[in-house]
């Protein structure tokens, strides 16, 4: 049986583990890990993430380190600063008055959010407060433990594996038909911000990598029966029921 090497645009299915300094675990798709690790989120997916080689689903070291394997593969890669979270730029160290911050508190290792920025308190001097805004792993080498699992072929299953990337929804309705794809959308993401940024580009994606003609979105709403009003009830128990 001939083994082909995974190229760029190819569809694969990978589980990895992201460390830093001395074995420190800040990303991984194992669950069990995450936990122990006190990095796991409830609302994250895990078993692992199906990614596009060389579409930037994954930091540049770990992505270019796909092409060129086989499914089976296991290994390790160092990923440097200009391929991971980018060199430390001093720029983006600030110091803020501490009346900005809540309560006019914080404390060396806090996580900030000001004008729409997110960023660490480094040092509190009097009422004047260092907030580095660079990306936590800023400057520093990590190490990428990973495998790859499986080569998606089935179009549905692309579909669907490439919208879990995005949405953390293992398995939303799919159908292509005359290389047309429709999605169900449920009513839970449709006021998902991160969903309403990402649709277009996985839109673009699905067009440009399956070679799909159009994408469809089609948004379900479930119809909420009303509750029966009791009779027997208190105008007391009725408002109740209504709040």
């Known amino acids: 049986m001939i ?19 001395e074995d420190q675990i800040f990303d991984t798709t194992d669950e069990e890990l995450a ?22 689903h994954t930091i540049a070291g770990l992505d270019e380190d796909f092409a060129g394997k086989e499914v089976g593969y296991s290994g390790t890669v160092i990923v440097t600063p200009e391929k991971g979270f980018g060199d430390h730029d001093p720029k983006l160290v600030e110091n803020i008055s501490l009346t900005k911050f809540k309560d006019h508190k914080a404390y060396p290792g806090m996580n900030v959010e000001l004008d729409n920025k997110r ?96 994408v469809s979105y089609v948004e379900s709403y479930p119809v909420q029966m009303p509750e029966p009003v009791v009779e027997t009830a208190t105008e007391e128990e009725v408002t109740e029921s209504e709040e």
């Open 3 to 21: 083994i082909l090497a995974i190229e760029k645009g190819d569809i694969i299915k990978v589980s990895y583990t992201g460390k830093f300094g």
């Open 35 to 56: 936990k122990t690790n006190e990095i796991y989120n409830p609302r994250g997916m895990y078993g692992g993430d199906v990614v596009i080689v060389g579409a930037g």
């Open 119 to 214: 960023g660490t308190v480094v040092k509190v001097i009097g009422r004047r407060v260092r907030v580095d805004f660079n990306h936590p792993l800023a400057g520093k080498d990590i190490n990428y433990e990973y495998s790859i699992d499986e080569k998606i072929e089935e179009p549905i299953e692309k579909v669907k594996g490439l919208l879990a990337l995005y949405t953390g929804v293992p398995d939303l309705e799919v159908a292509i038909e005359d290389n047309k794809v429709s999605i169900e959308v449920p009513a839970m993401l449709s006021f998902n911000q991160r969903w309403l940024m990402a649709k277009g580009r996985v839109a673009s994606e699905l067009i440009e990598h399956l070679g799909l003609e159009k």
